[in-house]
Nanobody
Framework: QVHLVDSGGRLVQAGGSLRLSCAAS????????MAWFRQAPSKEREFIAA????????FYGNSAAGRFTIAADNTKKMVYLQMNSLKPEDTAVYFC??????????????????WGQGTQVTVSS
């Protein structure tokens, strides 16, 4: 079973940058998908970005476009989310996620069954 640990979240001023990290351990499968989601208070969990371990093809949600970059280091089993030009509306708990099975729609939360514990990002205005 894969185990995920998120880290890197903290308080940052608007316009600043953060890099979140996700450490994967246990048995990881080939070219599986690793994703970042976020959840703000009273809102549904939102897809941010995803990437495959081997093919390294990134996918982005609307909120990430142009500001966030996802990267994966297959040798270290680390996934990163570089976030630039942060806005107060980026405030949320950020989770990395993957699945033990095949993912048909990478943007759909129910496709993922393995989650990190979450890391809090707070952007002050």
């Amino acid at each position: 079973q894969v185990h995920l640990v998120d880290s890197g979240g903290r308080l940052v001023q608007a316009g600043g940058s953060l890099r979140l990290s996700c450490a994967a351990s246990g048995r990881t499968f080939g070219d599986s998908v690793m994703a970042w989601f976020r959840q703000a208070p009273s809102k549904e969990r939102e897809f941010i970005a995803a990437i495959r371990w081997i093919s390294q093809s990134p996918f982005y949600g609307n909120s990430a476009a142009g500001r966030f970059t996802i990267a994966a280091d297959n040798t270290k089993k680390m996934v990163y989310l570089q976030m630039n030009s942060l806005k107060p509306e980026d405030t949320a708990v950020y989770f990395c996620a993957t699945s033990s099975g095949d993912i048909q729609n990478i943007r759909r939360e129910p496709e993922y069954n393995i989650w990190g514990q979450g890391t809090q990002v707070t952007v002050s205005s």
